[in-house]
């Protein structure tokens, strides 16, 4: 059995998601698997260049985690014909660009989302891509999370008979910084900085309800920034100018007529349900609760028939009537079965799906939603194309 290595420039991971998720649960555990196999059977063994513009940051996480190359010249790493796939999770606001001058480089590209922070760079980077013929790819990675996979197979087996209505709830308290330190970096809420629940989560939203549901066709959105003020890292207090909420109702088309979805989206609710985000899937013919990794169902045979009753305490366990939804199959990681695709896509040109185009979707939803939010009122999507 031949191993062929594809060197991979992953830039912008010396962050929390792009360390732990894409560099070390992904690419490091893609390697200690023995690589990728191939349809022939060779193994494909990434071998990553971790390029970042600190120099001292990118040599102790290489030296950490015994990765042989690191740079602070993302232009010498470009110009090696090695290394033929760039990722980047670095941030939004540069990404475009870096985008742009990997593909210049004549390299495949791999992105965190949102690709940009407006539809138009969005569009105009997946177009470049197409026009260049380069392969292309953004992170979906809620798709492959073992209760969403199981949300998709009741769908698609009919358990739900025509779907009605889907309800979301995501977030958890994030605190202000002062006497508890914040779980998440400042620039989340500083709108200059390109911050804001409704660009960073409603992205991930467009790409689950089009692909575990059905496709959303309008949007309706209120944003608020709940938490004027925080504590920064360095203990100074700036003003949150970035929405901390959003609150979203949307339209979707599906096969049998629209489907109402709603989503809260919280950095200042605490949690009282079983995941940090779940998803009620409501039908004629059966309800399903998904959260990271469990899925609940209950079939109408199963439906209790409650009575509403004020004057007397609900006895009724709710949570009894519900099953949970078996595994049947091993859930890897979701980061890293998406790198396992991608990686199979350049290499053998593999189906993918899952473009910057798709990328730009979900940008157009965030837009929408601001727009929503601007002029408190519904707001259609119109067809994407490059």
């Known amino acids: 059995m031949s191993t062929e290595k594809i060197g991979i420039i992953m830039h912008g991971v010396t962050g ?13 555990a893609i390697r200690a698997q023995g690589g990728v196999t191939l349809s022939n059977g060779s193994q494909l063994m990434p071998d990553p260049i971790i390029v970042g513009r ?18 602070d010249d993302l232009d010498a790493a470009l110009s090696n014909p090695y290394d033929t796939i760039f990722f980047d999770a670095a941030s939004t606001q540069l990404r475009p660009t870096l985008l742009k001058k990997a593909i210049d480089a004549g390299k495949h ?11 138009e760079d969005a569009i105009a980077i997946a177009r470049y891509a197409k026009e260049k013929g380069v392969k292309n790819g953004i992170v979906h990675d809620k798709l492959d999370l073992p209760g969403l996979l199981k949300l998709k197979r009741l769908r698609d087996s009919g358990f739900f008979g025509r779907i009605l209505s ?13 006497w508890m330190p914040s779980q998440r970096p400042s620039w989340n809420y500083r709108a200059e900085d390109g911050g804001g629940m409704i660009s960073d989560m409603l992205c991930h939203w467009r790409y689950v309800l089009d692909n575990v549901v059905a496709p959303v066709k ?17 203990g100074e207090t700036y003003k949150a100018t970035a929405d901390d909420a959003a609150y979203a109702s949307f339209l979707l088309d599906g096969p049998e007529g629209d489907i109402v979805a709603h989503i809260n989206s919280s950095w200042c609710t605490r949690v009282y349900r079983d995941d940090l985000v779940t998803f009620q899937v409501d039908g004629t013919h059966g309800s399903a609760i998904a959260g990271l990794h469990s899925c609940k169902s209950q079939h109408r045979v199963n439906t209790p028939k409650p009575v509403w009753n004020p004057d007397e305490p609900q006895t009724m366990n709710f949570q009894e009537g519900w099953e949970e939804v078996p595994d049947n199959q091993d859930f890897d990681n979701g980061f890293k ?8 896509h350049v290499a053998e040109d593999t189906p993918w799906k899952y473009t910057l185009l798709e990328g730009a979707k979900g940008v157009q939803l965030a837009e929408a939603g601001y727009q929503s939010w601007r002029e408190r009122r519904w707001v259609d999507l119109e067809p994407l194309e490059v």
């Not at 309008?218 to 360095?234: F, K, M, N, Q, Y």
């Open 337 to 344: 079965v998406q790198w396992e695709q991608f990686l199979r």
């Open 109 to 119: 590209v791999y992105s965190e989302k949102p690709v940009s922070e407006g539809l």
């Open 218 to 234: 309008s949007v309706s959105c209120l944003g608020a920034t709940h938490i004027p003020a925080r504590i920064d890292e360095a």
């Open 54 to 71: 600190n120099r001292d940051k990118v040599a102790a996480l290489s030296n950490q985690l015994g990765i042989e190359r690191f740079t």
């Open 16 to 28: 929390r998601m792009g360390m732990n998720q894409h560099l070390i649960r992904s690419i490091l």
């Open 166 to 178: 889907v309800k979301g709830e995501f977030g958890y308290w994030v605190f202000e910084g002062d």
